[in-house]
């Protein structure tokens, strides 16, 4: 298990990355996801897309590919628990990628994207919340203002 000094450098990278294209995301918010292997080994990062799609996570995973099996998913906002545009959630592809842990700093309060911790612990999937959440705040605040139910 990756300790807490590196999951704090782990998380601040991922936060560095959602901070690129903050404001640029149309509805979406901007998002940070680092892919770390079960070596410790960052393997795939991604943000957000400019326009909101695709999503860090997808974009992290797919840079990844196998090596992403058995590590670690550092993402500054809940993996999104189903889609609108009918694709793969993140949470799911996080499954899929057989990622055994996942690290985030903040639950999502949007109603497609609530609910993904939630998907990941069912399918075996060790989730720490909470991590530099004061830091992921201010990127989600107005998003959650216009986007809660």
């Known amino acids: 298990m990756i300790g807490k000094r590196r999951d704090r450098r782990f998380m ?9 294209n903050f404001g640029l995301t149309g509805e979406n918010p901007s998002v940070g996801c680092i892919i770390v292997d079960a070596h410790g080994h ?6 957000t897309h400019v326009g909101g799609r695709p999503h860090a996570e ?9 090596r992403a099996k058995g590590g670690t998913a550092y993402v500054t906002l809940e993996p999104c628990r189903e889609r609108s545009t009918g694709e793969d959630a993140c949470s799911t592809r996080l499954i899929a990628a057989q990622i055994s842990r996942v690290v985030c700093a ?8 609530a609910g993904g911790f939630h998907v990941l612990r069912n399918a075996g999937v060790d989730v720490l919340t909470g991590l530099k959440q004061d830091d992921a705040l201010p990127l989600y605040e107005d998003f959650f203002a216009t986007h809660s139910e």
């Open 12 to 20: 601040g990278r991922a936060l560095e990355l959602a901070r690129l």
């Open 42 to 47: 960052i393997v795939g990062e991604g943000m």
């Open 58 to 66: 997808q974009i992290a995973l797919d840079m990844a590919g196998e």
């Open 106 to 113: 903040i639950e999502d309060k949007h109603p497609k994207g």
